[in-house]
């Protein structure tokens, strides 16, 4: 039934395709991290409908990622949306979560993989609240204002952690080579 809506909201072909392949690959999954986070059954519902409602408005920028970046993406998302209703439910902060599964798919040439073995230990280091928005920005390639969007923030706000996000990886990589040296 919500899959039908879900495809109604889409302008292509090619979209309504990828929105079922995504709606059946990782409904179980979405549901399980909101209800790990949301410990509520009908939260859990709602964030798997949020959820695949910014997927929907992100649609085109999904077509060309495969499924693993796809998942990330989802993953990246259900942690916010499951945040903002715990924040919402009960008027406080949210722990952390694990790492992002991602990371992974770095080359597999050891040469190569120096330089980015540094730069993922920086961004896996970060609070999670520039983490979130450096991955957004800089591997799914979303505008601050779809930042925001996703982040339930203010446009402001989003650039502004974009900003200290960047900083604090630079500082990170700069201490990081000086101990490399």
């Given at each position: 039934?919500?899959?039908?809506?879900?495809?109604?909201?889409?302008?292509?072909?090619?979209?309504?395709?990828?929105?079922?392949?995504?709606?059946?690959?990782y409904?179980?999954?979405?549901?399980?991290?909101a209800?790990?986070?949301?410990?509520?059954?009908?939260?859990?519902?709602?964030?798997?409908h949020?959820?695949?409602l910014?997927?929907?408005?992100?649609?085109?920028?999904?077509?060309?990622?495969?499924?693993?970046?796809v998942?990330?993406?989802?993953?990246l998302?259900?942690r916010?949306v499951?945040i903002?209703?715990?924040r919402?439910?009960?008027?406080r902060?949210?722990?952390?979560?694990e790492?992002?599964p991602?990371?992974?798919?770095?080359?597999?040439?050891?040469?190569?993989?120096?330089?980015?073995?540094?730069?993922?230990k920086?961004?896996?280091?970060?609070?999670?609240?520039?983490?979130?928005?450096?991955?957004?920005t800089a591997?799914?390639?979303?505008?601050?204002?779809?930042?925001?969007?996703?982040?339930?923030?203010?446009?402001?706000?989003a650039?502004?952690?974009?900003?200290?996000?960047?900083?604090l990886?630079?500082?990170?990589?700069?201490?990081?080579?000086?101990?490399?040296a």
């Amino acid at each position: 039934m919500m899959l039908a809506f879900y495809m109604s909201l889409a302008d292509h072909p090619q979209d309504k395709i990828k929105i079922e392949e995504i709606y059946y690959r990782y409904k179980k999954l979405i549901k399980y991290l909101a209800l790990s986070k949301l410990q509520k059954e009908d939260l859990a519902e709602d964030a798997v409908h949020e959820v695949m409602l910014i997927v929907i408005r992100n649609i085109q920028k999904l077509q060309s990622r495969n499924m693993d970046e796809v998942k990330a993406f989802i993953y990246l998302v259900t942690r916010s949306v499951s945040i903002d209703m715990l924040r919402k439910e009960k008027r406080r902060e949210a722990a952390d979560i694990e790492d992002y599964p991602f990371l992974s798919s770095l080359n597999e040439d050891p040469q190569q993989n120096l330089g980015k073995d540094l730069i993922v230990k920086c961004i896996i280091d970060l609070p999670p609240i520039y983490r979130e928005i450096l991955e957004l920005t800089a591997y799914f390639g979303l505008s601050i204002k779809e930042c925001a969007a996703v982040l339930k923030i203010s446009q402001p706000t989003a650039r502004k952690r974009l900003e200290r996000a960047r900083k604090l990886l630079r500082t990170s990589l700069e201490k990081g080579e000086e101990t490399d040296a």
